[in-house]
């Protein structure tokens, strides 16, 4: 319980001429009883605050960048009306910077025995689960002299997923793979290992795609068409060690491999193929296995919702331990963790025989567009010495691919805009080539 601000104000004003006209301390008591009495009448008339119902309902998932909304009921079952503010406090990324204030406080008006809906818009700028917070109300007599503050716990989650901008490329890879795949009308010719059907023979054709058999019962030459088998295995590994945490622009490089890997699963999944999901540091961070077409991206999202970079060298043996675990049969292993001599020279190359023995390697990284911009810079002495640096850690990651590259790697090195339509290009470039 506590005197509000006009109530503070009022005993003020009071007290003033108390100093001209009271004698002393009678005078002052005499001149604030009218308020005492009006202080009083106005606490017995302020709804009591622990009393009140709430409850919440609304969304329990949004995407980064998007919008979720959640509606707390507030249930007054008291016999007086209840006027009141309201803080919905929720952790401080649940909100853009500067609209926190504006977003969690309400102002309420709840009649005796009735409930109102009260809507707390959330916008978060990380991913993850925000939890909610205390629920603080302060209710005010009908003269605002008095009021009355307590905090209800309400508990209520909503999980902040991966954005997904990429998607936006799905539709043309889509494109391309049914090309491949020989669902439109132009069909790839002589590429892949599952036969599709006969036809004429046209200058240019793979004479090794000659089916003589089929000649021999026909007046022309007949070829076999190919087109790229299904239900192939992709497991995506996720490198959340400490070169994941490094910031390419305003989101650290883990964000735009996973913006990658959840492209590459929408495409595979509609090819046919089975995606499984692996983030490893120095232990098993998520796992995703054994998903029907139709829930792979929505548990990868899931997966990936809650994943953050770990300050940590990532042990690259128990990386190739745990995927050669997860992936016993022949499959497509896509890494996506960085090109930086270091990491990939004393952690992945002793161990990446183990995998390109059993299996196609893909491996995918982040490039910086800071570093491009700096080896064309020429402005002054200080940007020379930031081109050559700039140069420098290209010369390196170019040497560290092919390097790779001659130990049977696919590379895709890239922007972090460009990363995931060039390793779905990547995986649609191995599957025209019967690589999987």
């Known amino acids: 319980m506590a005197l509000t601000g006009r109530a503070a104000l009022l005993a003020a004003l009071g007290a003033l001429p108390v100093g001209i006209w009271g004698p002393g ?200 068409t190919w087109r790229p088998e299904r239900d192939r295995h992709i497991l995506l590994v996720l490198d959340t060690g400490r070169t994941s945490a490094g910031r390419v622009g305003d989101a650290p490089r883990l964000d735009a491999s996973m913006d990658a890997a959840l492209l590459l699963a929408a495409l595979a999944s509609r090819a046919g193929d089975r995606v499984d999901l692996l983030a490893y540091d120095r232990r098993v961070r998520a796992l995703v296995q054994g998903r029907a077409a139709g829930d792979v991206l929505p548990s990868l999202v899931d997966a990936m919702a809650g994943l953050e970079p770990e300050l940590v060298e990532t042990d690259a043996c128990g990386l190739t331990a745990t995927a050669l675990r997860t992936t016993p049969r022949r499959s497509l292993i ?40 700096m080896a064309k810079a020429r402005g002054d002495i200080d940007a020379v010495y930031e081109a050559a640096a700039a140069a420098q850690a290209e010369a390196g990651r170019h040497r560290t691919a092919e390097t790779l590259r001659r130990r049977g790697v696919t590379v895709v090195d890239a922007t972090p805009d460009d990363l995931a339509p060039a390793l779905a290009d990547a995986y649609l470039a191995l599957k025209a080539a019967g690589r999987l």
Request: hydrophobic share 35%.
């Open 25 to 224: 301390w009678t005078g002052i008591l005499a001149v604030n009883v009218p308020l005492a009495l009006a202080c009083a009448c106005d606490a017995a008339l302020a709804a009591p605050v622990r009393r009140l119902g709430l409850t919440r309902s609304g969304d329990t998932s949004v995407r980064l960048g998007e919008s979720a909304d959640v509606t707390l009921t507030v249930t007054n079952p008291s016999g007086r009306p209840l006027r009141a503010h309201l803080r919905d406090a929720w952790p401080p990324s649940s909100w853009e910077p500067g609209t926190e204030i504006e977003a969690s406080r309400h102002r309420l008006t709840v009649p005796a025995g009735e409930r109102r809906r009260l809507t707390t818009r959330l916008r978060p700028t990380r991913r993850g689960d925000r939890h909610a917070d205390r629920v603080t109300i302060r209710s005010f007599g009908p003269l605002g002299l008095f009021s009355r503050q307590g905090s209800h716990e309400v508990p209520w989650t909503v999980r902040v997923l991966p954005p997904f901008t990429s998607r936006k490329h799905l539709p043309s890879k889509l494109a391309r793979l049914r090309e491949l795949d020989g669902r439109t009308s132009v069909l790839t010719r002589g590429e892949g290992t599952e036969f599709d059907s006969l036809r004429e023979y046209v200058p240019g054709d793979d004479t090794r795609s000659i089916d003589w058999r089929a000649t021999a019962r026909r007046t022309t030459v007949a070829v076999r």
């Open 334 to 373: 896509v890494l996506l963790t960085t090109l930086d001599a270091a990491p990939v020279e004393e952690g992945l190359l002793p161990v990446l025989a183990s995998l390109t023995h059993r299996h196609t390697v893909l491996l995918a990284s982040v490039a910086d567009p800071r570093i491009a911009r």
